[in-house]
């Protein structure tokens, strides 16, 4: 045996057991000695891919394959590295090339379909589920879950839930069918049915997907008791933001503003930048009966996000109806504001723009625009405000 052999076999050695450090030394070691052999190139890819170091097992891949240019598995391996490196035409020309040296390699159509599917090749990645799902009977249900989820990307929610029942017929246990099932079930309207498939896929516990999922629908649902339940489950150091916000509106619909204010101020430090927390820690503080705090969050909102109208409209109605706050013009201008951006078709904004007029002192445009508003959204509210402001008129 020579001392290259002898360093490959060792190298392959601390490979299986584990020890990829030794591995990339040791086969390091045997292709200085002879560089013309291509496993121990793609060995040592094995290693550095167990060390995470991928752009290097990349490298020693190309290397094999210039090698040897006729290794089905070396091309199998680096097309499955380069679609983890989100390079997907790379990823279809090795798949391609490996599936005419070696068509028995069902698992490249899964891997082919991934890639099709970034680059919007739709029917191509359809038709490598397909394959798959006919001719790799050992990961039907994987490869069904994936067709599942791309019938999902592409609108199909029935579709995707037929395949993922399919799927979850042969493999009961498939936590990531269940979580596509889940998806499609929301975008059916299923809340429920929702609800107990994210949960069942939550019972992984790194996937943090099914656990956000699972909370939107409660919070679709208007389950505040048991969202607010959800929430506590994942509350740590690195609590996601988007868990405080749907905490946050929990407690404000449950009528606890102090609660929701606290974490609507866990959302902003998370994400300083985005105005979206200040407008719903100020809509908390409004509804704790804290004006002047509610219009210093609304207003950092509009900082952040001068364009929405929804924030426009909000502190609109809180200058135009608030005693201590109390700036008719100014609530009139930002309610002008809020209904140019909806096209003056939002029938709430239009209801603060008449109240805005009204204090104004002018009534025939508040009267103007709560007939309006009721065109879009007949609401008792609006007329009785309507009635009030059509005696004043008389008076």
């Avoid at 995470?52 to 990349?58: F, H, M, Q, S, V």
């Avoid at 609507?264 to 009966?289: M, T, V």
Wanted: net charge negative.
């Amino acid at each position: 045996m020579t001392d290259a052999q002898a360093l490959f076999e060792r190298g392959l050695a601390a490979l299986e057991a584990g020890d990829y450090t030794e591995a990339v030394e040791t086969l390091s070691r045997a292709i200085a000695a002879d560089p013309r052999v291509a496993a121990g190139y793609r060995l040592r890819a094995k290693a550095y891919l167990g060390l995470g170091e991928r752009p290097k097992a990349i490298a020693d891949l190309d290397a094999a394959i210039r090698l040897k240019p006729g290794d089905a598995q070396a091309l199998a391996e680096r097309a499955s590295e380069l679609l983890k490196q989100r390079r997907y035409d790379d990823t279809v020309a090795d798949c391609d090339t490996a599936l005419k040296l070696d068509p028995g390699r069902v698992d490249l159509f899964a891997i082919r379909s991934k890639a099709n599917a970034s680059l919007g090749e739709s029917a191509k990645a359809f038709q490598d589920l397909d394959h798959a799902i006919r001719f790799d009977a050992e990961r039907a249900a994987e490869h069904l879950t994936l067709r599942a989820k791309l019938h999902l990307d592409c609108g199909n929610a029935e579709a995707a839930r037929i395949d993922a029942d399919l799927a979850l017929e042969i493999d009961a246990e498939l936590l990531l069918a269940y979580e596509v099932r889940a998806l499609a079930n929301r975008e059916l309207g299923e809340l429920e049915a929702a609800a107990h498939d994210f949960e069942r896929a939550a019972q992984d516990p790194h996937a943090m997907g099914p656990r956000i999922g699972r909370m939107l629908v409660l919070h679709e649902l208007q389950d505040w008791t048991a969202l607010l339940s959800a929430t506590d489950e994942l509350l740590s150091e690195n609590t996601p933001p988007q868990v405080w916000e749907l905490r946050g509106r929990a407690h404000l619909a449950l009528g606890q503003s102090a609660e929701a204010v606290e974490d609507f101020s866990r959302l902003i430090a998370a994400r300083p930048y985005k105005a979206q927390g200040y407008a719903l820690r100020g809509i908390a503080h409004e509804a704790a009966g804290n004006a002047s705090d509610a219009r210093s969050d609304y207003l950092s909102a509009l900082e952040r996000e001068p364009h929405d109208a929804d924030t426009l409209n909000r502190l609109a109605w809180l200058l135009a109806t608030n005693d201590t706050l109390r700036n008719a013009k100014q609530a009139r201008e930002l309610a002008t504001r809020a209904c140019e951006l909806s096209n003056w078709t939002n029938a709430h904004q239009l209801d603060t723009l008449a109240v805005a007029c009204a204090e104004n002192g002018e009534v025939t445009d508040a009267i103007r625009f709560l007939e309006q508003a009721i065109e879009i959204e007949d609401r008792d509210e609006f007329r009785e405000r309507l009635e009030n402001y059509r005696l004043i008129n008389i008076n």
